[in-house]
């Protein structure tokens, strides 16, 4: 995680000379942390809050940092497409146009989590442009225990290996039952109130489950039964992510 400077945006080793480049790296790095309001971004920053409210801003036409509805900061999804551009990995290189699809074909953000340890980490995003949206910014780190994306990556492991989650989880063996036998999942205020998500796998080569992509908003939009409205286009862009990792069904 993210460790904050010291009050001071950037120690004078690792400025680069360029004013502003430095304090917009200070603000990225500020939101490594996760979402924060200005007041949290001035002091993890270390910058003047006039100073990291005009960078953020800027930041934020670029691509480069959005805004969640709570008008938070976080990363923006531009971050994760050109990360994605750059990456040997196939998975993440194809969750670039995947991702961008998905969201335009639902109309909600998407994301693409991969699972290290007792977390799951969004990888990549497509941001939906307007409107009120479920924000997850390329890096956040979110608990394996609640959220269709969890659900998804618990479950395909062996009988046995995910107790000591479930004991803490929102969800049961039983749905987790569920999720492998329909292959896609569910949910509906279960990581935050008020959000909706549905996710559904992506295969390795040899079968393993090795992501979880997703589609996620407002209940409102979503409904109580979101998988009625985004099952069928989810688990299309979790084959196709599959199909890029070199699985190949049947």
């Known amino acids: 995680m993210f460790q904050y400077a010291r009050r001071q945006y950037r120690s004078v080793e690792q400025r680069s000379g360029v004013g502003v480049l430095d304090k917009a790296v200070a603000v990225l790095e500020a939101l490594a942390a996760g979402p924060a309001s200005l007041a949290d971004l001035v002091t993890r920053s270390g910058l003047a809050r006039p100073t990291a409210y005009r960078i953020a801003v800027a930041l934020e036409r670029h691509g480069l940092v959005d805004r969640d509805s709570q008008g938070r900061f976080g990363l923006g999804a531009r971050l994760g497409e050109l990360a994605g551009r750059t990456s040997t990995d196939p998975v993440e290189q194809a969750a670039v146009s995947v991702l961008a699809r998905l969201r335009d074909v639902t109309s909600e953000s998407a994301q693409l989590y991969r699972r290290y340890g007792d977390l799951r980490r969004c990888v990549a995003a497509a941001e939906r442009p307007t409107g009120l949206r479920d924000t997850v910014p390329v890096g956040a780190e979110l608990p394996m225990t609640a959220g269709s994306a969890a659900q998804v990556l618990l479950a395909w492991e062996p009988a046995g290996s995910v107790d000591g989650l479930l004991d803490r989880a929102r969800f049961t063996q039983a749905v987790l039952k569920t999720v492998r036998r329909r292959g896609w999942a569910s949910s509906v205020g279960e990581r935050e109130s008020g959000v909706a998500s549905v996710s559904a796998p992506v295969f390795g080569a040899d079968g393993r489950v090795v992501a979880a992509v997703s589609v996620s908003g407002p209940?409102?939009?979503?409904?109580?039964?979101?998988?009625?409205?985004?099952?069928?286009?989810?688990?299309?862009?979790?084959?196709?992510?599959?199909?890029?990792?070199?699985?190949?069904s049947g």
């Open 219 to 248: 209940i409102d939009r979503l409904t109580r039964q979101p998988g009625r409205l985004h099952a069928a286009e989810v688990v299309g862009a979790g084959r196709a992510l599959s199909r890029a990792a070199g699985w190949r």
